[in-house]
């Protein structure tokens, strides 16, 4: 069943959906140790101005709740985070991010099933070597992938998990299902006080991706970097047309991606700064002749090949390159004030937020962000999905206010 | 060279010998009540819950209330409770490595953090906190005797130890600890930074039984830099907790 962005047709799936959480929700704690809930309601006002379409100016609203849940039982827990968006005409969605079963076989043996993500690589703004975790719209939203993983902790300073995702064998039709199995192995060296992750994530005719994610701490300076190389780039088209993602055919050519950074704190009595600088390069997706002509004619690219879901190669042009800075200002405790630009340094086309909220208020936040977009060419290319980002002049101002429970 | 000088010489390098050794066993005593004040504040591995409250002349006050697990050369996984605006906020320190993951901040990840950075812009430092162990990071040296003024115990005769660091991981310059004489209860806690600077002190306050043994429950660290700043940790719960999974200490289970 699936939980997740419940269209409207899906509401009675939703519904069930939501209706067996919450029951598993309210009648696990009777046996568990230990029950905890905790999370945040926020409401929200949107202005959208959008150049040239005039009737796209629009102010829309929503209301989103979001709770993270944890039963602790004898032998292990049970952990759920989820999120239910209402907006202005009572529309509303479901999003379950994680919702898995976490047994303790053993001490060092710890076995996950269900919903779930794993902690996964040093990048910020791009994880290069991470294809197990499905990819969303919403790149504020970090979704779990579907199926079960071993976590095996022989000491403090060394774990690998394994990974079986299902993502792309639940109801797929067009693929046996063996083939729409994912194998993910990850594993993570402390050592000093360097960590070391190498990894490996394989699908049949999807991705093979093996990787490697560093991080260390230098006169009080954090420095990480993730390398991966893609060999099978089964790139992922944007939907266009309400139909489904498309995808092209892999190919055994290798695809390197690359994030690298500094992290940085510093403050007075007043101030606490943090200034976060990353640069990454991403080499898998579609070429720009197949995004021309997927601009000039969606229905033509129909015939590279068909999927859902998952996140095989990459999704964008080939060969971005891109960087990124944040900063984010502490203002004694009152108010917070952050300022983020991702750029891609190719077409000159990028995004900017700023945002303030105030925290002066016992688990009230009240926050301002504005958000626009600038680039060389109208269908510049920015991000995962290009044609919900980018149009030059594009920008949002959104006033909110979220209450901590 | 005659026997007169013969024997001199021997008589020499026998005390300098013996100097040296005598030396190296009043600071090895030094380092072993540097572990012992380490036991008394805390057992070897623990579970805790504290108060923590920040009071600074510019700042907005903040108060939190975490709970810590500890497990000795493995590290220290911490979790915050209240205010509702931090909840489930975790921080994990190992080997001078601190790692941050917030649930909220919807990312799935944890964010590395610099261990002498201020915790949660308290007068602490995440080392502090996340750290409790000093005998591991200092070689210890007695100092003078010294009395001093504790606010539950009055004037108490006190022996003091030097604390250098053994290793850049240390996070102070040097650290001066005041220990009760009767049973080396530790009383007080100066903090030096790289450039010799004294900018912290702590205060060790109401004790009393904590997992069986009397440990002072209230610390109060004030900053020596800005006037009227400080921070306290009162600890609410403390028990011994010797079966600690190690996979609690992961960066795997910190986002989990």
């Known amino acids: ?405 | 060279m005659n026997t007169r000088a013969r024997i001199t010489g021997i008589l020499a390098v026998g005390l300098l010998i013996w100097g040296v050794s005598a030396a190296s066993a009043q600071s090895g005593d030094a380092q072993t009540l540097l572990a012992e004040m380490d036991s008394i504040l805390y057992p070897d591995s623990f579970h805790m819950k504290v108060v923590m409250a920040t009071h600074r002349p510019d700042r907005r006050d903040m108060q939190m209330t975490m709970e810590s697990y500890y497990k000795q050369d493995v590290g220290t996984l911490i979790e915050i409770l209240d205010p509702p605006r931090s909840r489930g906020t975790k921080f994990l320190q190992k080997e001078g490595s601190l790692w941050m993951y917030n649930p909220k901040s919807n990312s799935s990840r944890a964010i590395r953090l610099s261990p002498r950075d201020s915790f949660q812009g308290s007068v602490f430092s995440n080392n502090d906190i996340g750290d409790p162990k000093y005998a591991n990071d200092y070689r210890a040296s007695f100092g003078s005797d010294q009395t001093i003024q504790n606010k539950d115990l009055g004037n108490v005769e006190c022996r003091t130890l030097i604390g250098e660091p053994k290793g850049p991981t240390a996070a102070y310059g040097k650290i001066k600890v005041w220990l009760r004489k009767s049973d080396n209860m530790p009383l007080r806690m100066d903090y030096y930074a790289k450039s010799g600077l004294l900018f912290k002190r702590l205060i060790l306050t109401s004790f009393k039984q904590l997992a069986g043994e009397q440990r002072p429950s209230m610390w109060r660290m004030d900053s020596l830099e800005q006037k009227d700043a400080y921070s306290t940790v009162e600890i609410q719960q403390l028990e011994a907790r010797n079966n600690l999974p190690d996979r609690m200490f992961t960066e795997a289970n910190l986002t989990r």
């Open chain 1, 1 to 405: 069943m699936t939980l997740n962005h419940c269209p409207h047709k899906k509401k009675l799936r939703c519904a069930i959906g939501a209706a067996a959480l919450f029951l598993l929700l309210v009648s696990a704690p009777l046996s568990a140790q230990d029950y905890s809930v905790y999370g945040e309601i926020t409401g929200s006002s949107t202005y959208h101005r959008v150049p040239d379409a005039a009737a796209q100016n629009v102010l829309t609203g929503e209301v989103k709740i979001s709770a993270n849940h944890r039963l602790t039982f004898q032998a292990g827990d049970f952990v759920a985070h989820h999120f239910l968006t209402i907006d202005q005409d009572g529309d509303y969605t479901h999003t379950v991010t994680e919702a898995y079963l976490n047994l303790f076989a053993s001490p060092e043996v710890s076995i996950s099933l269900g919903r779930q993500r794993i902690n996964w690589g040093t990048g910020y703004t791009f994880a290069p070597t991470d294809s197990l975790h499905p990819e969303t719209a919403d790149p504020e939203v970090d979704m779990g992938f579907d199926g079960s993983s071993v976590l095996y902790t022989p000491g403090s300073n060394f774990t690998v998990s394994l990974a079986l995702s299902l993502d792309d064998a639940l109801g797929q039709v067009s693929r046996e299902f063996y083939n729409g199995l994912k194998y993910a192995v990850y594993a993570s060296l402390f050592a000093g006080s360097t960590t070391i992750a190498p990894s490996i994530v394989y699908e049949p005719d999807r991705t093979f991706r093996p990787g490697l994610s560093l991080s260390t701490e230098i006169l009080n300076t954090v420095i990480f970097a993730e390398a991966a190389c893609e060999f099978l780039n089964q790139a992922v088209y944007p939907n266009l047309s309400g139909s489904p993602l498309t995808r092209t055919a892999a190919s055994w050519d290798p695809y390197p991606l690359l994030a690298a950074g500094v992290e940085k704190s510093f403050g007075n009595d007043i101030i606490d700064v943090n200034l976060l600088t990353e640069y990454y390069y991403n080499s898998a997706g579609y070429s720009g002749a197949e995004a021309d002509a997927l601009y000039a004619d969606p229905a033509g690219l129909a015939g590279a090949g068909a999927g859902t879901g998952g996140n095989g190669g990459g999704a964008g042009l080939l060969r971005r390159h891109y960087a990124s800075e944040t900063v984010t200002v502490d203002l004694a405790g009152y108010v917070t004030a952050e300022g983020a630009v991702l750029v891609n340094l190719q077409d000159g086309s990028g995004a900017v937020e700023h945002s303030a909220t105030v925290t002066a208020l016992r688990g009230i936040d009240f926050k301002a962000t504005g958000r626009w977009y600038f680039g060389k060419k109208g269908e510049s290319e920015f991000g995962t999905f290009p044609l919900a980002a980018v149009l030059p002049g594009r920008a949002t101002v959104e006033l909110s206010a979220t209450v901590h429970f």
